[in-house]
Every structure is written in structure tokens, then in C-alpha cells.
């Protein structure tokens, strides 16, 4: 300990003393600040080498410094501070995640507000505390990201945003699915039930059970329409509306509508079909060739 350090907590006792305020307690060390954490009745500020005060003793809780930034706690919220003690990133979030390439989630407990039209959009979200949601049922947690200046991206507004792959995530609002890049625009709108895996660029996509197809830049290649859509063989994929058998292409067009009971794969330009006690073959075009009786 310099002797530099022990007047600056000399100085900081007798100022204690003489103004009746609570034990200060002044680190013996400096962190990873450059100062020294300061501790007046459980709550946290730092000072300089001349004991003047450069974070004011406030916080609940100062964490560990990293790249000059460091989370702060006020009774229920979270926030960033500089060594300056500006509070960059506001202390109005419940919890602030790891950043992970420049973005963090974060989220808030709040009771969302509708559009009068219906619309899902929360307009202004309010933020409460936790102790508060036993008591008000209705709130619900609110999810947005930020970047590490502490701009909000996405302010809190779904009930989940999942991981970045590919430069999207997907979101959740009113048990609705969508996806966002990561400049935060909505690019697919949280309308659809589910979402798929993207695959050779398509995700298949869900509407009250009916199947459809969306491309990567979330254009509809195929409303949801159909009860169902197998993958693609020899550039052909099953659809089947009710309980009746077809074919797509890998465009999305309807080359074969659903007229069979039951379809086979197609493996080298034709599928087996059967119809009222028939089969056959189909070809890519939708022409039926060698129709049989079964045996």
C-alpha cells in the first residue's frame, strides 16, 4: 500500500467521522479501474489518488472492469458505466447478457401495450422491478439487444430472440415466430406458428397446420397452404392437401395439384401413383404414363 493511498484513506476516515455518514471503506488495491472501489454502507463508488470522487457511492453493485466498461446494479437494474462513471449503457434492464460480436440481449418486465388496431407491436414499454411481478400478474419479460455503445437494436419487445446463425435470429411475439438481422429489422414478421431450419436457402414455414415455404430474405416462395411438404427428390417435392397427393418444383410451382391418394418419390423423372384402385407413374410435367390395375 503506497503512502500516497493510506492518507487518501485517512483523509476519507476523519471526513467520515466528521459528517456522521456511515463507515467508508476505501480498497487497499486498485483494480482494473486505475482507482480504488470505495464501500459507504453497501453501496459502491471509486475514487481517484487525490481521494476525490470519481464514480460517485451509489451502486448495489460494481463488477469487474473489462475494456474500461464495467456492469453496475441499482436495486433491480443493470447497467454499464466508463471510468468517468457515465452511465453509457442506462440502468433500466432486469439483465443485460454476455456480448457476443458487439450485440448483448437484454430484457425488462413490462406490461405490453397493444396497437388499437390489434397489432402486437409494443408501442412503450414500461419497466418494472421484479419484486413487482408477484404483484401485477399481467407483466410479462421483454426481450432487445444492444450494442456495446448501449444502443438499443431492438428495444424490449418479444418474448424471445434466439441466437444470431447466418446474421438472423429468430423472435417470438404473442406465440408468434419472425426474424430479425442484426441491424434489427423484422425482415420475416412474427406471424407464422413455426419456423424451420433454413435448407438450400427455404424454411418451411406454419399457419394454423398448413405448410408453406420462405427464402432467406423472408419472401413467401410458397404460402402456407398445404397439409404438407416433403423434401425435394429429384427436383420434386410431395404436397398433400386434404388427405390428397401432389407435386411442387423447386420453384414453388404446383406441377402435379393434389389428385392421387397416395405418391411415391420421384427417382428418375417419374413417381408411382394410386388412384380408385389404379397405379401408375407421373412424370416432372404431370403426365401419367403406364397406368396399371393392381393385381
Known amino acids: 500500500m503506497t503512502i500516497k493511498l493510506l492518507s487518501v484513506i485517512f483523509l476519507f476516515f476523519l471526513a467520515t467521522v466528521a459528517t456522521g455518514q456511515s463507515e467508508r471503506k476505501v480498497s487497499s488495491k486498485k483494480d482494473d479501474s486505475g482507482m480504488s472501489k470505495v464501500d459507504i454502507g453497501g453501496k459502491y463508488g471509486y475514487i481517484d489518488d487525490t481521494g476525490t470522487e470519481v464514480i460517485p457511492c451509489k451502486y448495489d453493485y460494481i463488477g469487474r472492469w473489462s475494456h474500461g466498461k464495467a456492469k453496475v446494479k441499482i436495486g433491480d437494474f443493470i447497467g454499464f458505466i466508463d471510468k468517468k462513471g457515465n452511465e453509457f449503457i442506462p440502468i433500466k434492464y432486469i439483465n443485460i447478457g454476455r ?25 412503450r414499454p414500461s419497466y418494472y422491478p421484479k419484486e413487482e411481478v408477484n ?100 427436383g420434386r417435392a410431395k404436397i398433400r392437401y386434404n388427405d390428397l397427393w401432389g407435386f411442387i418444383d423447386e420453384k414453388g410451382n404446383e406441377v402435379v395439384p393434389p389428385k392421387y391418394e397416395n405418391v411415391r418419390n420421384f427417382s428418375k423423372g417419374k413417381a408411382k401413383f394410386f388412384l380408385n384402385g389404379l397405379k401408375g407413374f407421373v412424370d416432372k410435367k404431370g403426365n401419367e404414363v403406364l397406368i396399371t390395375k393392381p393385381n
Request: aromatic share 12%; hydrophobic share 35%.
Open 99 to 123: 456480448f457476443n460480436r458487439g450485440i448483448a440481449k437484454v430484457f425488462i418486465f413490462s406490461i405490453p401495450q397493444e396497437e388499437e388496431s390489434g397489432s402486437s407491436e409494443i408501442l
Open 135 to 234: 404483484k401485477k400478474p399481467e407483466l410479462v419479460k421483454l426481450y432487445g439487444l444492444i450494442d456495446e455503445d448501449g444502443e438499443e437494436i431492438v428495444p424490449p419487445k418479444y418474448h424471445q430472440i434466439g441466437q444470431f446463425k447466418e446474421g438472423r435470429a429468430k423472435v417470438v411475439l404473442n406465440n408468434k415466430v419472425g426474424f430479425i438481422n442484426k441491424k434489427g429489422d423484422e425482415f420475416v414478421p412474427c406471424k407464422y406458428d413455426q419456423i424451420g431450419s433454413f435448407f438450400d436457402g427455404w424454411a418451411k414455414v406454419t399457419i394454423n397446420s398448413l405448410v408453406g415455404f420462405i427464402d432467406e430474405e423472408g419472401n413467401e416462395i410458397i404460402s402456407p397452404r398445404y397439409d404438407h411438404i416433403g423434401r425435394f427428390n429429384d
